[in-house]
C-alpha cells in the first residue's frame, strides 16, 4: 500500500545546510525510519536555499533585451535579466506571464523563478529563488548520503510546482530524480482484456510528485519533505530527461 508521510516541524534551510544530514534527524524527529525502496520527495525550494540559489534584485543589471521584453511583459527587468539567464529559448511573451524553455530542457513559466516564502529585508531589498543549478546532481547526493551512511536502496525526487497547457492551477511536477523510474513504459503489455498496449508510458515521477504536493502545500504549511513507501514500480537509475519529450516530437510549441 502506498503511503505518504510529512516530515512535521522541519527547519528553516539556509545557505550551506547539508539537506540529508537535516533530513536523517527530522526523519528521527517525526519517527520515521527509511527501508529498502523508499522514497524521498523534497521541494525545490529548499534545495535551492541550501545551494545558495536566492538572489537580490538590485544586484541585477538588465540587458537590452531585458528591458525590451519587460515593456511587453510587465515585469522587473532586473527580474526579466534572470530569467534570460535561466532560460535557452523564449516560447511566448504576454502581459504577466513569460513562458521559456529552461536551461534544464522543460517547458515553464518565468523559468521557474519564484517570489513566494522568499525573504525580503526591506522595501529596497527584493530577493528571488532560482531554481537549483543540477537538481538531478542534488538528488543523487542525497540519494548517495543516505546509501553510505545507512546502508540502504532509496529514490530521491525533487518537485516543484508548474503550470500546464490548457489547464488552470499548478501541480506538482518532478525537475530532478535520482534513483527511482521517470517513466514506467508499458507498451506492449496486456490491457484488462488481454490487447496489448500501443502507446501508453506511464509519467510515475511526476504523478508521486502531484501526491507529495497535496501534503505538501502551496503556501504556508511548511512541509517541504515527504517519506513515501510502497512505490509500486522497482526502483531503477533514472534522471530528468526521461521526461522531456524531444522538440521535434512536441505538438504544442
Not at 55 to 67: E, R, T
Not at 72 to 96: A, C, D, T
Not at 139 to 144: G, K, L, N, P, T
Request: with cysteine; hydrophobic share 40%.
Amino acid at each position: 500500500m502506498l503511503s505518504l508521510s510529512p516530515l512535521n516541524d522541519f527547519p528553516y534551510i539556509k545557505k550551506g545546510d547539508n539537506i540529508a544530514e537535516i533530513i536523517s534527524s527530522s526523519l528521527q524527529h517525526n519517527g520515521l525510519s527509511l527501508l529498502n525502496g523508499d522514497i524521498l520527495v523534497i521541494a525545490q525550494k529548499i534545495i535551492s536555499k541550501s545551494e545558495g540559489r536566492l538572489i537580490n534584485l538590485n544586484s541585477v543589471s538588465p540587458s537590452d533585451k531585458a528591458h525590451e521584453i519587460a515593456s511587453i511583459s510587465k515585469k522587473n527587468p532586473r527580474l526579466i535579466e534572470l530569467i534570460l539567464q535561466e532560460s535557452s529559448r523564449i516560447i511566448r511573451v504576454r502581459p504577466g506571464t513569460i513562458i521559456v524553455e529552461h536551461r534544464l530542457g522543460f517547458i515553464c513559466a518565468n523559468a521557474g523563478i519564484d517570489h513566494s516564502n522568499v525573504i525580503i529585508d526591506n522595501d529596497k531589498n527584493e530577493y528571488v529563488l532560482l531554481l537549483p543549478k543540477n537538481p538531478d546532481k542534488s538528488a543523487d547526493f542525497i540519494r548517495s548520503y543516505f546509501e553510505i551512511n545507512n546502508n540502504i536502496s532509496i529514490g530521491v525526487l525533487i518537485n516543484d510546482s508548474h503550470g500546464r497547457a490548457w489547464r488552470l492551477g499548478v501541480v506538482g511536477t518532478t525537475i530532478g530524480l535520482s534513483g527511482l523510474p521517470g517513466l514506467v513504459d508499458m507498451r506492449g503489455k496486456s490491457d484488462l482484456f488481454g490487447g496489448n498496449l500501443r502507446t501508453t508510458q506511464i509519467g510515475t515521477a511526476d504523478e508521486l510528485a502531484g501526491a507529495a504536493s497535496l501534503i505538501m502545500g502551496q503556501g504556508n504549511e511548511g512541509i517541504p519533505v515527504i517519506h513515501v513507501r510502497g512505490f509500486p514500480y522497482k526502483l531503477r537509475k533514472s534522471n530528468l530527461q526521461e521526461l522531456i519529450r524531444p522538440t521535434k516530437k512536441d505538438l504544442f510549441r
